[in-house]
């Protein structure tokens, strides 16, 4: 682990992290930047999970009345597969580049709150093997990500697993809101004297807003989930319908927290391609004021449009329309983003680098998932197409087309700063161009599958006329991403067994964590550099044209 911070010959600080001694010092670190590595460590552990557990499901569903798992044991891990990458792996990889880059960013050396920021990351590991251990204790949590009650309640679900579920989530959800509160305090109290919050990085201005969107989300799972354990432990009645409860409660608390929490994983990813797109590009950000304000917009409206998930409840007409144009109205400072990018990306210097790549594919992909999903706000085609693979396509493709292409966009793009490293450009491509064919080819025929009636969450399915076709291209799409994620791990792994070679701004960008050592030393800055723009090292590398404008 000591791979990823410089230790000066002559420090005295932390001596023993060049003896044995160093990995115990990890587990007791408070360093903003050990802590963030380990969360991206933690997301890379759980995205191998999940991807077997993906490609357990798609060997299941390659050909109708499979038999190759039980029935039981498929919705376990279809409930585990939705459960991981929601919350162990996007949750902690953004959090993690955050924890790392967001103090380098604005010119600081820690976070607020040190000890907070390491309670954050142990309690989210500790709810993540939690709901893993439920596999040993009885079985896992079998009600889909979203746990939708009666199917949550004992008379359903008696198993442990659910009670699990429920534990786990409320750790991680302490876990988020820990990070939270370190982001925004960090940011408001800890800033260069020279830097106000007009100047800041944009991933740093998105993860900021992002916190507030977590204060105000998570503690209304962590309400449900308590409510919900109580019916379980204590035979309560909040959700149970035949003991005068609502079961439609718990989706009210579910998705009034599962909508925002769409726009807490996206906005950190729009952060970090609003961080590649102008250095690929050599441009500044293309309209930086509305990237920014976009982002107030889209963390307002997220607390709208969470009905619109309910279309197929049966609510009156009225209801149905007002959440209809609410979710119609949110699709629009978000696409005014992509119009920013793009317009970021015009008649610009264009350098196609891995991290770049990974730009480009997401502004295709997320761009087809965000128009499947104003598709949904239409309320007649919702209720069509919900619980149907349409809705399952619709969802990966804002999910993985949006977010994790982001965070493979960002691990590119950073890696170097925190290792010290550069990944290999050849296996990069490799991993890219097999993903991204892989994930198209997975998910794009999808949507037809939906619309043709193929429903989702189901075990197997008849052999009727080209489902099967469908879904054996679908998971031979998967295999593609398998070995896509297998040549980054064997890039990641043969990358760190070389010694440091990387420059301390090997692309040549614009924010601060370039100015510091790759890696940075355990302060992050000696001095910090006078800060007069929203590009402080080109005015450093150009003082004969500073860009003293705000762009």
């Not at 950000?285 to 619109?308: D, R």
């Not at 007409?317 to 696409?335: D, E, H, K, Q, R």
């Not at 793009?413 to 290792?419: D, E, G, I, R, V």
């Given at each position: 682990m000591?791979?990823?911070?410089?230790?000066?010959?002559?420090?005295?600080?932390?001596?023993?992290?060049?003896?044995?001694q160093?990995?115990?010092?990890?587990?007791?670190?408070?360093?903003?930047?050990?802590?963030?590595?380990?969360?991206?460590?933690?997301?890379?552990?759980?995205?191998?999970?999940?991807?077997?557990?993906?490609?357990?499901?798609?060997?299941?569903?390659?050909?109708?009345?499979?038999t190759?798992?039980?029935?039981?044991?498929?919705?376990?891990?279809?409930?585990?597969?939705?459960?991981?990458?929601?919350?162990?792996?996007?949750?902690?990889?953004?959090?993690?580049?955050?924890?790392?880059?967001?103090?380098?960013?604005?010119?600081?050396?820690?976070?607020?709150?040190?000890?907070?920021?390491?309670?954050?990351?142990?309690?989210?590991?500790?709810?993540?093997?939690?709901?893993?251990?439920s596999?040993?204790?009885?079985?896992?949590?079998?009600?889909?990500?979203?746990?939708?009650?009666?199917?949550?309640?004992?008379?359903?679900?008696?198993?442990?697993?659910?009670?699990y579920?429920?534990?786990?989530?409320i750790?991680?959800?302490?876990?988020?809101?820990?990070?939270?509160l370190?982001?925004i305090?960090?940011?408001?109290?800890?800033?260069?004297?020279?830097?106000?919050?007009?100047?800041?990085?944009?991933?740093?201005?998105?993860?900021?807003?992002?916190?507030?969107?977590?204060?105000?989300?998570?503690?209304?799972?962590?309400?449900?989930?308590?409510?919900?354990?109580?019916?379980?432990?204590?035979?309560?009645?909040?959700?149970?319908?035949?003991?005068?409860?609502?079961?439609?409660?718990?989706?009210?608390?579910?998705?009034?927290?599962?909508h925002?929490?769409?726009?807490?994983?996206?906005?950190?990813?729009?952060?970090?391609?609003?961080?590649?797109?102008?250095?690929?590009?050599?441009?500044?950000?293309?309209?930086?004021?509305?990237?920014?304000?976009?982002?107030?917009?889209?963390?307002?409206?997220?607390?709208?449009?969470?009905?619109?998930?309910?279309?197929?409840?049966?609510?009156?007409?009225?209801?149905?329309?007002?959440?209809?144009?609410?979710?119609?109205?949110?699709?629009?400072?978000?696409?005014?983003?992509?119009?920013?990018?793009?317009?970021?990306?015009?008649?610009?210097?264009?350098?196609?680098?891995?991290?770049?790549?990974?730009?480009?594919?997401?502004?295709?992909?997320?761009?087809?998932?965000?128009?499947?999903?104003?598709?949904?706000?239409?309320?007649?085609?919702?209720?069509?197409?919900?619980?149907?693979?349409?809705?399952v396509?619709?969802?990966?493709y804002?999910?993985?087309?949006?977010?994790?292409?982001?965070?493979?966009?960002?691990?590119?793009?950073?890696?170097?700063?925190?290792?010290?490293?550069?990944?290999?450009?050849?296996?990069?491509?490799?991993?890219?161009?097999?993903?991204?064919?892989?994930?198209?080819?997975?998910?794009?025929?999808q949507h037809?599958?939906?619309?043709?009636?193929?429903?989702?969450?189901?075990?197997?399915?008849?052999?009727?006329?080209?489902?099967?076709?469908?879904?054996?291209?679908?998971?031979?799409?998967?295999?593609?991403?398998?070995?896509?994620?297998?040549?980054?791990?064997?890039?990641?792994?043969?990358?760190?067994?070389?010694?440091?070679?990387?420059?301390?701004?090997?692309?040549?960008?614009?924010t601060l964590?370039?100015?510091t050592?790759?890696?940075?030393?355990?302060?992050?800055?000696?001095?910090?550099?006078?800060?007069?723009?929203?590009r402080p090292?080109?005015?450093?590398?150009?003082?004969?044209?500073?860009?003293?404008?705000?762009?």
């Amino acid at each position: 682990m000591s791979l990823f911070i410089n230790i000066p010959e002559d420090s005295e600080q932390l001596p023993s992290l060049k003896t044995g001694q160093g990995k115990l010092l990890w587990i007791a670190s408070v360093d903003h930047k050990q802590i963030g590595i380990m969360y991206l460590w933690l997301a890379l552990f759980f995205f191998v999970v999940g991807g077997l557990e993906a490609m357990l499901i798609r060997a299941q569903l390659a050909i109708p009345e499979n038999t190759l798992i039980s029935p039981e044991l498929y919705n376990q891990i279809f409930t585990m597969h939705g459960i991981t990458m929601i919350f162990l792996v996007a949750m902690p990889a953004l959090v993690g580049f955050a924890t790392y880059f967001l103090p380098l960013m604005i010119g600081a050396n820690e976070m607020a709150f040190p000890r907070l920021n390491a309670f954050g990351f142990w309690i989210t590991l500790m709810g993540g093997f939690l709901m893993y251990f439920s596999f040993f204790a009885g079985g896992a949590p079998n009600a889909g990500w979203f746990n939708y009650v009666p199917l949550s309640e004992n008379n359903y679900s008696s198993a442990p697993g659910v009670d699990y579920y429920i534990i786990g989530l409320i750790l991680t959800g302490i876990g988020s809101i820990s990070a939270a509160l370190n982001f925004i305090t960090t940011t408001l109290t800890l800033r260069s004297p020279d830097i106000k919050l007009n100047m800041v990085p944009l991933f740093v201005w998105m993860v900021f807003i992002n916190g507030f969107l977590i204060l105000a989300a998570f503690p209304l799972l962590n309400a449900g989930l308590f409510m919900l354990l109580i019916d379980r432990q204590f035979d309560a009645h909040f959700f149970i319908p035949s003991s005068g409860g609502s079961a439609i409660l718990w989706q009210h608390f579910f998705w009034a927290f599962g909508h925002p929490e769409v726009y807490i994983m996206a906005l950190p990813a729009f952060g970090i391609i609003s961080e590649v797109v102008p250095v690929f590009s050599r441009k500044p950000i293309f309209g930086y004021k509305f990237v920014a304000v976009s982002s107030i917009a889209i963390a307002l409206l997220a607390y709208s449009v969470w009905l619109h998930h309910m279309f197929a409840v049966g609510y009156s007409n009225t209801v149905n329309s007002f959440f209809a144009i609410s979710s119609m109205l949110i699709g629009i400072p978000t696409g005014l983003k992509v119009i920013n990018w793009i317009g970021t990306m015009y008649k610009g210097s264009i350098q196609l680098t891995v991290p770049m790549l990974f730009v480009v594919a997401f502004l295709i992909d997320f761009t087809i998932g965000g128009l499947s999903g104003v598709s949904f706000a239409i309320v007649p085609i919702d209720w069509q197409l919900t619980d149907t693979y349409y809705l399952v396509a619709h969802l990966h493709y804002v999910f993985v087309g949006g977010v994790i292409f982001s965070i493979f966009a960002g691990l590119y793009y950073w890696f170097p700063k925190m290792s010290g490293r550069m990944l290999s450009a050849k296996l990069g491509k490799w991993h890219f161009w097999l993903f991204v064919i892989g994930f198209n080819l997975t998910f794009l025929i999808q949507h037809i599958l939906g619309i043709i009636g193929m429903p989702r969450r189901i075990y197997t399915y008849p052999d009727l006329p080209n489902w099967e076709l469908m879904n054996v291209l679908s998971s031979i799409g998967a295999v593609f991403m398998f070995a896509g994620m297998v040549i980054l791990f064997w890039n990641l792994y043969t990358t760190l067994k070389k010694p440091r070679s990387a420059p301390e701004d090997p692309w040549d960008a614009w924010t601060l964590e370039w100015h510091t050592p790759s890696p940075p030393d355990l302060k992050n800055f000696g001095e910090i550099p006078r800060v007069y723009s929203r590009r402080p090292l080109w005015d450093l590398k150009h003082p004969d044209k500073p860009d003293k404008r705000l762009n």
